[in-house]
């Protein structure tokens, strides 16, 4: 059975980092693509970045409001993905979800993109 499970969300102050995992079993994770989300308190999730799988040839997505302070990266000996967070903000306080798509990023900020998702861990950037 495929599972997802995100780790390493905390409390931080502006301008700190995390990194966050998100750990795979059931199926290697660079068969697909793997998107992180988040959603904040009163907010819709949206989608921060993808990583398509390893045989699409394509490159990582980011959203605008993450693009240089985040970076998506798998580890495929250990079936891991990461999103390396630096230079956090108050805004970037959310719950953070990993999930599983198809091959390519093409779609993932639709949540209908997602086949299965992790059950977050929460990041809270203190001003």
């Known amino acids: 059975q495929l599972q997802l499970a995100e780790s390493g969300g905390g409390l931080v102050h502006t301008g700190e980092s995390l990194r966050l995992s998100c750990d795979a079993s059931g199926f290697p994770l660079d068969l697909k693509a793997i998107g992180w989300y988040r959603q904040a308190p009163g907010k819709a999730r949206e989608g921060v970045s993808c990583?398509?799988?390893?045989?699409?040839?394509?490159?990582?997505t980011y959203a605008d409001s993450v693009q240089g302070r985040f970076t998506i990266s798998r580890d495929n000996r250990k079936n891991t993905v990461h999103l390396q967070m630096n230079g956090l903000k108050p805004e970037d306080t959310a719950v953070y979800y990993c999930a599983v798509g198809s091959l390519y990023c093409s779609g993932y900020t639709s949540l209908a993109w997602v086949d299965y998702w992790g059950k977050g861990t929460p990041v809270t950037v203190s001003s």
């Open positions: 990583l398509p799988s390893s045989s699409s040839g394509d490159s990582a």
